[in-house]
């Protein structure tokens, strides 16, 4: 059996949320928008999980709207918040460390006419929100910087940035698809107009998220059709998924204690070996993240050569085709690009156990140390 | 557990060579389905649909290994492939030469980088190919001998490899013929079966290397003499690195009779034309020799020598010159024999080794 350290690419489903689900891919099996006694009970389910999201996560029913995942929500949210204040400014605020889905709305709105400012972050991959509220200005409809980051798990000072958007009346978006896995987010908290959320990072099924959209924002729908999701987003919902999304919302956030611990036997173990740094905030970071660069290598024969010895990580960034483009995070803070190449990022999951820390690590030290061996690096020309 | 890659393309060779060598593994041996990603993406609309190497191969060689279950990886090699093999193709072309890239590709990448980063990443200790060649243990030596399908042998691709690599590598395919592979393929269902033949070179877009040499080394190219055998210039031509050895369209040249580039003088940018006999030698010297089973211990011996993919062997009398150069006479004249490419040679059906035709002494 694998070890699976990949919690941040996805996460396996839960019992729990499948039993949920199983009765609405079989007998509940109505359109929630239909009239009839099979449409009301599917409606039902899908009510039930709104409110139970909205619950979670201190908001109101009507302020969810659910989307086939967190991209999909990152596009309504910029996008759709965007277009609909275009009238007043075209100037969108966001930070260099963003997932890809928020990078490339952002890089369509340019190519659309709107200016994007990108803002650097520190070594550890942090926003300095005084670059926020600098960056602002009359004409800024939209500032967009994540909870926490996908790669190398560094925690956004996203109360901070709220406050100044809030004082500056514009919206603020945060994606908070790896955050929601430790700790509710709290919009309110946050003082967060929008939201990005996904099911399968916390348990939940793939296919399904949401955007959590404070009442009263004015928002583009990016797809239409009917009227579903108060016209925010056409389709008919997939009601077996949302259920077993607000399943995942209600399990998640258990036991963040003993995961950093874990996290942190995992991180100190595998810089103790040579060449091997940290990337990210050594505390301000996910409790499941441990994220390193790894000096002499290319982080896609590492987390291959640790795949056939029965332990499931990542490069971190995205790797369709063995892409040689090094992760815009890493380059976002200040990393070196040679260094960039070597990239390994292990998420730990609830599952997870010290037997599993000892065997990653030393799996990795030789696999490191073969593969340092092995390199003989091409003369550049 | 041992463990064998096989390079995965992505073509109906080395899917068929992947799927014999996964069935003829025992439980101790395990197959890894690896595709190289030589270059980066080509820009939309040049998408190489008929080459090896595209991302769109890179589905198809995972699909393949979906349906043989193997593990299957994508192992990034852009940085060396673009300095071993595609800067090496450029500066060959700039040094008036008319580069190999497959068998660079396959000394340096293939049968090195896959080799050694193969071993480390998957603890795999030889690497299999679609390549249609063969292999034979005799007299303590590996030997590289000609695929058993005379049209489709590969080995003078293969020529640069030495018994370390032969010793690390398969040939799945080397006793079977083309018409053969295609047949395994579609009896097993492999969405490859049907894959036409790949025939331009991965990296060059519609067969136009020039823009490539001004993508990576900035030459332009600058219009200067086309001459005959007296120097007497009859035409323009638009930089010397646009033309090859042999030759004969794009020349711009009517003399009444075919005209072929005869030699390409990059220091004075001239390129030398002839009639068709005038562009073939009887000898010619070649350098970077190595030799498949060691050195051979005659400094003169007789090989049949082949200078071109396709192109007949041809009895040749061999006469080395120091380690890494030999001197080849043949017994009929070789048509255009092109610096920069290989000369193979052959003893009856093994290849013994090779080395690249030098330029003509001037």
Same mark, same amino acid.
């Given at each position: 059996m694998a070890i699976y350290l990949d919690h941040a690419a996805t996460t396996p489903l839960r019992a729990e949320v499948l039993e949920a689900m199983l009765p609405y891919l079989t007998e509940h099996h109505g359109n929630p928008s239909s009239i009839h006694a099979s449409g009301r009970r599917a409606r039902q389910g899908l009510d039930e999980a709104r409110e139970t999201i909205a619950a979670r996560i201190g908001a109101k029913p009507r302020e969810i709207v659910f989307t086939s995942g967190g991209t999909e929500a990152d596009n309504l949210a910029v996008k759709g918040v965007a277009w609909a204040a275009s009238g007043r400014g075209r100037h969108i605020v966001t930070s260099s460390v963003e997932h890809k889905a928020v990078m490339n709305a952002c890089a369509i709105l340019e190519r659309q006419g709107f200016e994007v400012t990108y803002l650097p972050v520190d070594r550890q991959g942090r926003v300095d929100p005084t670059d926020v509220a600098d960056a602002?200005?009359? #004409? #800024?409809v939209l500032v967009s910087v994540m909870a926490a980051n996908n790669e190398v798990g560094t925690i956004q000072p996203v109360a901070e940035i709220g406050a100044i958007c809030r004082e500056r009346k514009v919206a603020f978006h945060t994606d908070a698809v790896q955050a929601a896995a430790f700790g509710a987010p709290a919009p309110d908290a946050w003082q967060a107009t929008l939201v990005s959320l996904s099911a399968h990072k916390l348990g939940g099924p793939k296919g399904i998220g949401a955007l959590y959209i404070r009442q009263g924002t004015a928002l583009l729908a990016q797809q239409h059709g009917g009227a579903q999701e108060r016209q925010r987003r056409a389709g008919t919902e997939d009601v077996a998924a949302a259920v077993g999304f607000a399943r995942s919302m209600e399990l998640a956030g258990a036991e963040p204690g003993r995961t950093a611990t874990l996290r942190d036997r995992l991180i100190a173990g595998l810089t103790g070996l040579t060449g091997v740094t940290l990337t990210g905030h050594p505390s301000d970071r996910l409790p499941n993240s441990a994220s390193v660069v790894v000096e002499g290598i290319e982080g896609g024969d590492l987390v291959a050569a640790m795949d056939l010895e029965g332990i499931e990580g990542s490069t971190?960034?995205?790797c369709t085709t063995g892409s040689v483009e090094p992760s815009h995070v890493l380059l976002a803070m200040g990393i070196d690009e040679e260094l960039a190449h070597g990239s390994l990022r292990l998420t730990l999951g609830g599952e997870s156990t010290d037997v599993d820390i000892d065997r990653t690590i030393a799996v990795a030290s030789s696999a490191i140390e073969r593969l340092r061996a092995a390199r003989v690096m091409v003369e550049t020309a | 557990m041992s463990r064998i890659v096989a390079a995965m393309s992505g073509g109906v060779d080395s899917s068929v060579a992947a799927a014999l060598l996964a069935r003829e593994t025992d439980a101790h041996e395990e197959v890894i389905g690896v595709w190289m990603r030589t270059h980066g993406d080509m820009p939309e609309g040049l998408e190489l649909s008929r080459s090896c190497c595209s991302p769109e191969a890179a589905d198809d060689a995972r699909r393949v290994a979906q349906l043989l279950e193997l593990p299957f990886f994508i192992l990034n090699v852009e940085r060396e492939f673009g300095a071993r093999v595609i800067d090496a193709f450029v500066d060959g072309y700039l040094e008036g030469a008319t580069p190999n890239p497959c068998q660079a590709c396959n000394q340096y990448i293939k049968f090195d980088e896959l080799l050694r980063r193969g071993l480390a990443a998957y603890g795999a200790d030889a690497v299999a190919t679609g390549h249609y060649a063969r292999l034979e243990h005799r007299d303590g030596r590996w030997r590289l001998m000609r695929a058993a399908d005379a049209a489709k042998d590969q080995t003078y691709f293969l020529w640069v490899l030495d018994q370390a690599q032969l010793a690390r590598t398969r040939f799945p395919l080397g006793e079977l013929t083309k018409p053969e592979v295609r047949a395994i393929a579609a009896r097993l269902n492999l969405p490859t079966a049907q894959k036409p033949e790949s025939q331009e070179i991965c990296f060059v877009p519609l067969g136009d290397y020039r823009a490539l040499l001004d993508e990576r080394r900035g030459y332009a190219g600058e219009p200067g003499p086309i001459v005959d055998g007296e120097g007497i210039r009859v035409g323009t031509h638009t930089?010397?690195?646009?033309y090859t050895v042999g030759q004969r369209h794009g020349l711009g040249v009517a003399l009444g009779e075919a005209v072929y580039v005869r030699e390409v003088v990059p220091r004075t940018n001239t390129v030398v034309i002839g009639r068709r006999d005038e562009v073939a030698e009887r000898s010619f010297r070649v350098d970077g020799a190595r030799f498949t089973a060691g050195q051979p211990e005659a400094e003169r011996f007789t090989a049949s020598v082949r200078i071109r993919h396709r192109a007949p062997d041809v009895p040749a009398e061999v006469t080395m010159v120091g380690a890494d150069r030999f001197v080849v006479e043949t017994a009929e004249p070789v048509w255009a024999p092109a610096p920069g490419q290989a000369a193979v040679l052959y003893a009856g059906d093994e290849c013994i080794g090779g080395g690249r035709i030098a330029p003509a002494a001037s």
């Open positions: 602002i200005r009359t #004409t #800024t971190g960034s995205a | 930089g010397y690195a646009h």
